[in-house]
């Protein structure tokens, strides 16, 4: 069990459960996102099943508009902390 947040990740030989809040997804292992959940997991990179928990409650594309907006406000941020420190 691997846990971030609210997101609590279990793998089996079956595939992958998510535990969203009161959600609860299963990825099986012939799932195309199988092999992505794999390499996020060992990376312990959990971006990955937040985008696609959004993509399977249908909101995948607002999910995606408003992480771009969030890593653009980031990397503003981190430039201009990066500037200030000269």
Not at 6 to 28: A, C, H, Q, W
Request: without cysteine.
């Amino acid at each position: 069990m691997n846990q971030q947040g609210n997101l609590v990740v279990f793998k089996t030989d079956k595939g992958f459960t998510l535990s969203f809040k009161e959600r609860i997804y299963f990825i099986g292992n012939s799932e195309p996102f199988y092999q992505i959940a794999k390499k996020s997991l060992a990376r312990n990179d959990y971006v990955p099943f937040y985008v696609e928990i959004a993509k399977r409650e249908g909101i995948g594309s607002e999910f995606r508009d408003n992480l771009i907006s969030e890593l653009k406000n980031y990397s503003d941020q981190f430039v201009d902390d990066l500037l200030n420190d000269e």
